[in-house]
C-alpha cells in the first residue's frame, strides 16, 4: 500500500512543478522538476532505499523558487505538501522493508497513512488561510502575535499530551 | 539529534529567513506546513517506554547444531506507541537461521506483539540477552531508545557420537557387574584359571580334561568376573595446547572426545567424574547414569581454552582427586613437558590413556604444507612423545581430527592392549 502511495506523491509532486513551471514558460525548472521526479521514482522502484532526504531538499528548493518567481501559492503549497509526505513515506518505506508481510504490519501501514494525511492535512489548510485574510500589521505587534502564538502552541502542546495521556 | 529532524527544523528556519530577506510573504506561507509535521511529531513524541520483554527458549538444553526456537513477547504497559522497533541482539556464537530477529509495529497500550525465530548455537551456556527496543513518534523525528536483558538460559552441549566399548583395564574396580574386567576369579566370560572342585560347585564348571589328567582330585574353571569402574577424564584446556584455524579450534575436538568418551561409560554403569584443566580446573564430582551425563555436558559446554600462569604445567594436576588405582583418561593434544607428569599418574598406581588430538596433522590440513621440513620435524617429535607413553604402559590414541573418533580408538587400542596393573614403568 505504501509504496504505491510514494509512487503517486513522487509523481504528483513532480507534475505540479512541472505543470506550473511550464506555464510561467521556465522551461528549465520544469525539466529539472521531471527528471528529479523520474530518479527519485526510478530509486524508489528499484531500490527502495532512494536518498529521500536529497529528493525532498531538491523539490523544497523548486518550490521556493516557484514562490519567489510569483508562481500561485497554492499550488506551490500543494507541492510542498505532496513533496513532504513522498519523504515520509518513503522513509517510512525504508523503516518496515524488511518487515514480512502481516496483519500488524498492514495495521501499521494504514494507521501511519491516516495520521500522516491528517497531518499535512491541516498544515496544508492552515497555509491557505493567509492567501486568503491579508492583515496588515506593524512589526511590533507581529512580534508580539508571533510569541503569543509560540506561547499557545506551547501550551497546546502540553494540554494535548496530557489530554491523550489521561485518555490512555 | 535524528537528521530528519534537523532537517525539518533548518528548513522552516531558512524558507522564513529567505522571506524575510526577500520581503515575500508567500515564501514564509510555505513554512506552515513543515510546522504543522513538526508539532505532530513533538505531539505524538514518547516520553517513556513500559514495556515487559519475556523470552521463551526451546528447546533449553541442545546439542550443537540443532535448531533452536526463539519466541520473544513484548507487552505495553504504558502508553501508546506510534512506531515500536524491536531487535533481538543475538550473542555472540548464535546464529539466526531462520524468522526475523527483529520487528516493527504500532503496539497500543496493554496490547502485546510476539515473534518467533529459529537460531544455531555454538556449544557454550548462554545466559543473558539483550532486547534492543526503540519507540519513536509516527513521524520518527523523535526517539527513545532502551535496553532490556532477558535472563533465560540455552545450554549448548557438544556433539558427541556413540563410540564402540572401549578396553580398559584398571587396577581397581567397585563391587556391581559391568563389562570391565575385575582381576579377580568368580562369574563371568574370560577364563580367569582353574581351582579345586569344593562341595555345592557346579558340574557344569568342572574342568573334566584337567581332572581326567589329576590323582583323583576335581578342578573347575574360574571365570574373570567384570565389574564397573572409577574413570575421571581430564580434558587439557590449556591455551597454548589448543590451536586455532580458520576451520576452527583444536579444543573443540578434545571436548566432543570428551562428550562421547563419558557416554560410553556411562552407559556401561561405570562412574565417570570430569576435571577441565585450564584457566581454571573445573570439576564434576563422580556419578553414574543420565543425571551425571548432563552435569558432565554441562561442564562440557561451559568449557573453554584459557591461560593461567599457576596452571601453565600438568605438574599441578591434582590426580588425588580419582580414586586410587582407577582409570583416568586424558584429552589433550600433548606438550613434550608433560610426559613427565603421565608418568607420574601411572607410577602412582592409575591406568592412563591419553586421547591426543594431532596437532601436527591438523595444522598441516589447514596450512596445505604438508611435506616442508618443519612439518617433519614437529611429526617426529610427536612420534617420539607418543612412543615414549605407550612404551610406559600408557594406552595413547593419536586422534588425526579429520577422521572419525571411533577409527582412531579401534585402531589405537586394539594393537595396545591394557597394560597390567604391576608393568614397570621407565623413568
Known amino acids: 500500500m505504501t509504496t504505491k502511495i510514494v509512487y503517486g506523491l513522487i509523481i504528483l509532486t513532480s507534475a505540479i512543478l512541472a505543470v506550473a513551471n511550464i506555464a510561467l514558460q521556465a522551461y528549465l525548472i520544469a525539466v529539472l522538476a521531471i527528471i528529479s521526479g523520474a530518479i527519485w521514482l526510478l530509486l524508489q522502484v528499484k531500490t527502495k532505499e532512494a536518498p529521500h532526504s536529497l529528493f525532498f531538499v531538491v523539490f523544497l528548493g523548486l518550490t521556493l523558487l516557484g514562490s519567489l518567481r510569483n508562481l ?29 508481510q502481516s496483519a500488524s504490519k498492514t495495521a501499521l501501514e494504514l494507521k501511519h497513512a491516516q495520521k500522516l494525511a491528517i497531518t499535512v492535512s491541516i498544515g496544508f489548510v492552515i497555509a491557505l488561510l493567509p492567501t486568503y485574510v491579508h492583515l496588515s500589521l506593524n512589526f511590533v505587534v507581529f512580534l508580539l502575535v508571533l510569541l503569543l502564538l509560540m506561547l499557545i502552541l506551547r501550551k497546546s502542546i502540553l494540554y494535548l499530551r496530557k489530554e491523550v495521556k489521561i485518555s490512555r | 539529534m535524528k537528521m530528519p529532524f534537523m532537517l525539518i527544523l533548518s528548513s522552516i528556519f531558512g524558507i522564513i529567513i529567505l522571506g524575510v530577506i526577500s520581503l ?8 506552515i506546513p513543515l510546522v504543522a509535521y513538526l508539532f505532530a511529531a513533538i505531539l505524538r513524541r514518547p516520553e517513556e517506554i513500559k514495556l515487559s520483554v519475556t523470552r521463551e527458549i526451546y528447546p533449553e538444553y541442545v546439542p550443537e547444531g540443532m535448531p533452536v526456537t526463539v519466541k520473544v513477547t513484548v507487552l505495553n504497559q ?56 526503540k519507540a519513536s513518534d509516527f513521524l520518527q523525528l523523535f526517539e ?37 574386567p575385575a582381576r579377580q576369579g568368580g562369574v563371568g566370560i574370560d577364563f580367569w584359571g582353574v581351582r579345586e572342585y569344593q562341595t555345592g560347585d557346579s558340574q557344569r564348571q568342572i574342568n573334566w580334561k584337567l581332572a581326567a589328567r589329576s590323582n583323583q ?31 576452527g579450534s583444536l579444543f573443540e575436538y578434545s571436548v566432543r572426545a570428551a562428550a562421547s568418551v563419558a557416554e560410553n561409560f556411562l552407559n556401561d554403569g561405570n562412574r565417570v567424574s570430569l576435571l577441565i584443566y585450564g584457566s581454571e580446573m573445573s570439576r564434576v564430582f563422580s556419578g553414574y547414569g543420565k543425571s551425571q551425563r548432563d552435569r558432565i555436558l554441562r561442564a562440557l559446554a561451559n568449557a573453554n ?16 582427586i580419582f580414586p586410587a588405582k582407577s582409570q583416568i583418561i586424558l584429552i589433550s593434544s600433548l606438550l613434550p613437558e608433560d610426559i613427565a607428569i603421565i608418568l607420574r599418574m ?32 614437529a611429526n617426529a617429535e610427536r612420534s617420539f612423545i607418543l612412543q615414549q607413553l605407550r612404551e610406559n604402559g600408557v594406552q595413547t590414541v593419536n586422534w588425526r581430527v579429520d577422521q572419525p573418533l571411533e577409527l582412531a580408538i579401534r585402531e589405537t587400542v586394539s594393537h595396545q592392549p591394557a597394560i597390567a596393573f604391576n608393568h614397570m614403568v621407565k623413568m
Open chain 1, 72 to 100: 500561485p501559492i497554492p499550488f506551490m503549497l500543494l507541492a510542498l505538501t505532496l513533496d513532504l509526505a513522498a519523504w515520509d513515506l518513503s522513509r517510512f518505506q525504508t523503516r518496515i522493508n524488511s518487515e514480512e
Open chain 2, 24 to 31: 515575500h510573504a508567500d515564501v514564509v506561507v510555505l513554512s
Open chain 2, 78 to 133: 504504558g502508553a501508546s506507541i506510534d512506531e515500536l522497533v524491536i531487535e533481538d541482539i543475538l550473542p555472540k556464537g548464535i546464529q539466526q537461521i531462520d524468522g526475523t530477529s527483529s520487528r516493527i509495529a504500532l503496539l497500543e497500550a496493554g496490547s502485546k506483539m510476539e515473534f518467533e525465530y529459529t537460531i544455531e548455537a555454538q556449544r557454550g551456556d548462554y545466559k543473558g540477552y539483550e532486547v534492543l527496543v
Open chain 2, 144 to 180: 527513545l531508545a532502551l535496553i532490556y536483558r532477558t535472563s533465560t538460559h540455552l545450554i549448548v552441549y557438544p556433539p558427541y557420537t556413540k563410540l564402540d566399548r572401549i578396553k580398559i583395564r584398571p587396577p581397581q574396580t567397585h563391587g556391581f557387574a559391568g563389562p570391565i
Open chain 2, 217 to 247: 582330585e576335581l578342578y573347575v574353571n574360574v571365570f574373570e568376573q567384570e565389574r564397573v569402574a572409577s574413570v575421571g577424564l581430564i580434558v587439557d584446556a590449556r591455551l597454548r595446547t589448543n590451536l586455532v584455524s580458520q576451520s
Open chain 2, 305 to 320: 581454552p584459557g591461560v593461567n600462569y599457576a596452571l601453565e604445567s600438568l605438574m599441578h594436576l591434582p590426580t588425588q
Open chain 2, 346 to 377: 601411572r607410577s602412582q598406581g592409575y591406568a592412563v590413556m591419553v586421547i591426543s588430538p594431532d596437532p601436527v596433522a591438523y595444522e598441516a590440513t589447514t596450512s596445505q604444507e604438508a611435506n616442508d621440513l618443519a612439518y617433519r620435524m
